[in-house]
């Protein structure tokens, strides 16, 4: 089983950036689509972002055009920056395969966006 681990979350105020990171373990990263997803005070998880395992890549209208999703197959992890941040951007950020059947969950990356 492929474990998931995010990180890079944290404060930062509206219009400032942050880099997530998802590390994966096991061999087979660079076989999967993979995708970061986002889960709102009382909303449910979301799509944000996502890449092939070709490296297309494909985005939430919310997100576009402010947030880049990356993947670096070599060192098995897969990168989002995030810019120009909003206040609807707070959430619990974590990653998984882009697929119907997905890994266990992470503890995820909490970002905030508040002034």
């Known amino acids: 089983q492929v474990q998931l681990v995010e990180s890079g979350g944290g404060l930062v105020q509206p219009g400032g950036s942050l880099r997530l990171s998802c590390a994966a373990s096991g061999s087979s990263f660079r076989l999967y689509d993979m995708g970061w997803y986002r889960q709102g005070p009382g909303k449910q998880r979301e799509l944000v972002a996502s890449v092939t395992s070709g490296g297309i890549t494909n985005y939430a209208e919310s997100v576009k055009g402010r947030f880049t999703i990356s993947r670096d197959n070599a060192k098995n992890t897969m990168y989002l920056q995030m810019s120009s941040l909003k206040f609807e951007d707070t959430a619990v950020y974590y990653c998984?395969?882009?697929?119907?059947?997905?890994?266990?969950w992470g503890q995820g990356t909490q970002v905030t966006v508040s002034s």
């Open positions: 998984n395969k882009n697929s119907r059947i997905r890994f266990q």
